[in-house]
T-cell receptor, first 111, second 111 residues
Framework: SQQGEEDPQALSIQEGENATMNCSYK?????LQWYRQNSGRGLVHLIL?????REKHSGRLRVTLDTSKKSSSLLITASRAADTASYFC???????????FGKGNQVVVIP | NAGVTQTPKFQVLKTGQSMTLQCAQD?????MSWYRQDPGMGLRLIHY???????DQGEVPNGYNVSRSTTEDFPLRLLSAAPSQTSVYFC??????????FGDGTRLSIL
């Protein structure tokens, strides 16, 4: 069943602004992953955060995980036009490699 | 390394026709999976495999068959195509609860 649910689903921002996306899930997880999808392409992994971690950074990306609230957020700082894409969260339950994806956030960065 | 390679990139079928979507990976990953992506639905898991000779159903398996005779290849078969199977299909591979590597997808239209 679908676990990740991102909010908001569409976001339009000016270049240089920050973009924040949220993801909620329903059951216990082993890790939560964020992916980016450019138009017409496959998904590319951004960050994996494990259930015992609270925050992780990668370049201009910051991911938080709150297991008590079953939620995660992805922050893109100082956005660029090249950040225009769809962003998906996906949850991985304990003991397997299966991922359950959310419906995705479409982010448009206006130059 | 080529990563995950999917063929064909585009395909148009008539209702009732059969075809096989090919997926190959060169990373020696034991876990491979097939997803379909429909507008507003995110990615849904069709079938997956935890190793050669082992396959299992995902969230939306009806109308699709898979086999895994080698570690590298994981073909997806549509036995009798239906318009409801019009979608974009992604193959992915991973190992040991690491992030998944995705192919660029097959865009399938069924008339």
């Amino acid at each position: 069943s679908q676990q990740g649910e991102e909010d908001p689903q569409a976001l339009s921002i000016q270049e240089g602004e920050n973009a924040t996306m949220n993801c909620s899930y329903k059951t216990s997880i082993n890790n939560l992953q964020w992916y980016r999808q450019n138009s017409g392409r496959g998904l590319v992994h951004l960050i994996l955060i494990r259930s015992n971690e609270r925050e992780k950074h990668s370049g201009r990306l910051r991911v938080t995980l709150d297991t008590s609230k079953k939620s995660s957020s992805l922050l893109i700082t100082a956005s660029r036009a090249a950040d225009t894409a769809s962003y998906f969260c996906a949850t991985n339950k304990r003991g397997n490699n299966r991922l359950a994806f959310g419906k995705g956030n479409q982010v448009v960065v206006i130059p | 390394n080529a990563g995950v390679t999917q063929t064909p990139k585009f395909q148009v079928l008539k209702t009732g026709q059969s075809m096989t979507l090919q997926c190959a990976q060169d990373m020696n990953h034991e876990y491979m999976s097939w997803y379909r992506q429909d507008p507003g639905m995110g990615l849904r898991l069709i079938h997956y495999s935890v190793g050669a000779g082992i396959t299992d159903q995902g969230e939306v398996p009806n109308g699709y068959n898979v086999s895994r005779s080698t570690t590298e290849d994981f073909p997806l078969r549509l036995l009798s195509a239906a318009p409801s199977q019009t979608s974009v299909y992604f193959c992915a591979s991973t190992t040991s609860n690491q992030p998944q590597h995705f192919g660029d997808g097959t865009r399938l239209s069924i008339l």
